[in-house]
């Protein structure tokens, strides 16, 4: 495998078309760690204010994010979106591993 990236319209072959989803997946998988890092600190500075897990207007702020941004790149929006949720269902688990369930079922931001 050549360690110099290509385009999709850069590949000739399919060696090279796997070669490039393999990198990309290594990306992916590098991203997703890094955006649980955040998670994970989340979790941390929730904890002490007694913040819940789940903030409903922010879970649909990153939603309304996610929809807009597969629009723009040309993906479609409700497959984006149920990823989305999944991760973030995912996402906030995780929190409540830290902080306990009865803080993941705030709905507002408030407390449970």
Do not use: H
């Not at 688990?93 to 407390?111: H, I, K, N, T, Y």
């Amino acid at each position: 495998m050549s360690s110099d990236k290509k385009t999709a319209a850069e590949c000739r072959t399919m060696a090279d078309i796997r070669a490039e989803i393999d990198r990309v997946d290594r990306v992916l998988v590098g991203l997703f760690a890094e955006r649980t890092a955040y998670i994970d600190r989340a979790a941390a500075i929730k904890g002490p204010l007694k913040m819940p897990a789940r903030i409903t207007p922010r879970v649909e702020e990153v939603v309304a994010n996610v929809r807009r941004e597969a629009e723009v790149r040309g993906l479609p929006p409700d497959l984006m979106e149920k990823l989305w949720r999944r991760l973030i269902d995912w996402s906030i688990a995780r929190e409540e591993g830290v902080l306990g369930p009865e803080w993941g079922q705030g709905e507002d931001g408030g407390m449970p």
